[in-house]
T-cell receptor, first 113, second 113 residues
Framework: GENVEQHPSTLSVQEGDSAVIKCTYS??????FPWYKQELGKGPQLIID?????GEKKDQRIAVTLNKTAKHFSLHITETQPEDSAVYFC????????????FGSGTQLTVLP | DTAVSQTPKYLVTQMGNDKSIKCEQN?????MYWYKQDSKKFLKIMFS???????INETVPNRFSPKSPDKAHLNLHINSLELGDSAVYFC????????????FGPGTRLTVL
């Protein structure tokens, strides 16, 4: 999407290593930043989200960090497992506005056994 | 119970035909969407619709039209199919369009020959 850039487009890691995916956005009014995981042959599914009133959020092996000043946010997956292999999408939105959620271009994560 | 369902899962058709994809959500959400995902996995929003407003992405050809018989359904009609329409189409729903979890259907793979 034109409002959010996502990098890298592909990422390969060894099982057990960490993976980091980064997104940058341009609209300073954005205050909602979800991450979606899309497994092969399925629709995207929300895995974690963060709102602009916090800088970090964790859920087991997954964490998201937000830097509002620099307008970027990142997904961190620790102790990666083969089942983490999927396409990951970041997105950004503005609570209370009519503007729709905008998705990044996706990252194909491959966890090598 | 499936939260967001789509039919059919696969659709193969000839250029020039008219086709429809059906979507139903049982989550009681106010907003439904249609996305197009191309071969590079980019998720492009086509329509956002609730009982008050239809938001159309300006880049979507007018051969595509959403039809909502009721709050739980948003069907996608495509007229005069073209080769470039081949993609995976996802229906989704959420309560708030800008800052709430979107629940995606399993997708419909459309192939235009």
């Amino acid at each position: 999407g034109e409002n959010v850039e996502q990098h890298p487009s592909t990422l390969s890691v060894q099982e057990g290593d960490s993976a980091v995916i980064k997104c940058t956005y341009s609209d300073s009014a954005s205050n909602y930043f979800p991450w979606y995981k899309q497994e092969l042959g399925k629709g995207p599914q929300l895995i974690i989200d963060i709102r602009s009133n916090v800088g970090e959020k964790k859920d087991q092996r997954i964490a998201v960090t937000l830097n509002k000043t620099a307008k970027h946010f990142s997904l961190h997956i620790t102790e990666t497992q083969p089942e983490d292999s999927a396409v990951y999408f970041c997105a950004e939105g503005e609570s209370g506005s009519a503007r729709q959620l905008t998705f990044g271009s996706g990252t194909q994560l491959t966890v090598l056994p | 119970d499936t939260a967001v369902s789509q039919t059919p899962k696969y659709l193969v058709t000839q250029m020039g035909n008219d086709k429809s994809i059906k979507c139903e959500q049982n989550l009681g959400h106010d907003t439904m969407y249609w996305y197009k995902q191309d071969s590079k996995k980019f998720l492009k929003i086509m329509f956002s619709y609730n009982n008050k407003e239809l938001i159309i992405n300006e880049t979507v050809p007018n051969r595509f039209s959403p039809k909502s018989p009721d709050k739980a359904h948003l069907n996608l009609h495509i007229n005069s199919l073209e080769l470039g329409d081949s993609a995976v189409y996802f229906c989704a729903s959420s309560q708030d369009p800008a800052s709430d979890t979107q629940y995606f259907g399993p997708g419909t793979r459309l192939t235009v020959l």
